[in-house]
């Protein structure tokens, strides 16, 4: 039975552009006598705010979306993100990082889907783990792993080349887990078998599927849909105040209308949909 979710961050209101996605992943669930899931990730530090989290009960209620079950929290499983990281360790696949931000940038001498690759600068470094962010040796879990294959279901079966981003970062110094690790094992704690999302996350495709082959997971089949962007080219996003969900219902506005009209691709004005990644590769 195919099970799909959608998976908001309680760090802002919902837009058009989750709506659009929440659309996206309820229908492709009820189409195909599925269940559609709800999981919050929560685990943003102080950029989580549980009152968001209600309004994103109320806002999906209004667009006439009901999901299965009681909805996930990330905040729930922070255990199980510390045993996927000690394993990874035992393994010797997770190395200890302490390097800036500015420190990469300067030193990077490619770019990936993230931004400046990492040039693997501590990886053979004695790098004291206090107070360290934990980087995967990719270079390594690929020969463990052997080579990978991955499908979406627009883009067909893929090989999966994590490389891209060059060792990334799964144990953050600030969080409990990076979005590569927390999603992945989430999206198997919660048995899905499609996962749907926007093409903007696309690449970080290459690096679940090598983490599902690491840690022994289920593997699923993806669906990355276009995004909602503004005249300018660029998503939705809460940081530049895209309208809020909650402020259009709490103006009277139909949610289940709005609903409809971006299931036929009706945008307003200033808005279009777009693949989202130049080379989803």
């Known amino acids: 039975m195919i099970r799909t979710r959608f998976a908001p961050s309680?760090?802002?209101?919902?837009h058009l552009g989750h709506a659009f996605a929440a659309v996206t992943a309820h229908d492709l669930a009820?189409?195909?006598?599925?269940e559609f899931l709800l999981r919050i990730e929560d685990i943003d530090g102080e950029r989580s705010r549980?009152?968001?989290v209600e309004e994103f009960f109320r806002d999906l209620e209004w667009l006439?979306?009901?999901w299965d079950g009681e909805a996930r929290f990330q905040s729930h499983r922070l255990a199980r993100y510390t045993q996927a990281g000690e394993r990874l360790k035992a393994m010797g696949l997770l190395y200890p990082c302490h390097c800036t931000r500015a420190e990469i940038a300067a030193a990077a001498t490619r770019m990936g889907p993230d931004g400046p690759v990492y040039p693997g600068t501590c990886?053979?470094?004695?790098?004291k783990a206090e107070g360290a962010a934990w980087r995967l040796d990719v270079a390594r879990a690929l020969e463990i792993a052997g080579p990978l294959e991955w499908t979406d279901e627009q883009a067909g079966t893929l090989p999966a080349t994590p490389e891209i981003f060059g060792d990334m970062v799964l144990l953050r110094k600030d969080l409990p887990a990076s979005y590569h690790l927390a999603a992945t094992l989430d999206d198997a704690a919660d048995g899905i078998t499609l996962v749907?999302?926007?093409?903007d996350l696309f690449p970080a495709s290459h690096v679940h599927r090598l983490l599902q082959a690491l840690l022994g997971l289920p593997v699923p089949v993806w669906h990355h849909h276009p995004?909602?962007?503004e005249s300018d080219g660029r998503k939705l996003a809460k940081r530049r105040g895209s309208p809020s969900l909650g402020d259009r219902r709490r103006a009277g506005e139909d949610g289940k209308a709005?609903?409809?009209a971006l299931r036929r691709r009706q945008f307003p004005a200033g808005i279009s949909l777009s693949a989202g990644v130049d080379h989803p590769a």
């Open 258 to 260: 709005i609903a409809e």
């Open 64 to 66: 006439g979306l009901a």
């Open 123 to 127: 990886r053979h470094r004695q790098a």
């Open 10 to 14: 309680p760090n802002g209101p919902l």
């Open 227 to 229: 995004l909602l962007v």
């Open 30 to 34: 009820r189409t195909r006598g599925g």
């Open 196 to 199: 749907t999302r926007g093409m």
């Open 50 to 52: 549980p009152q968001f």
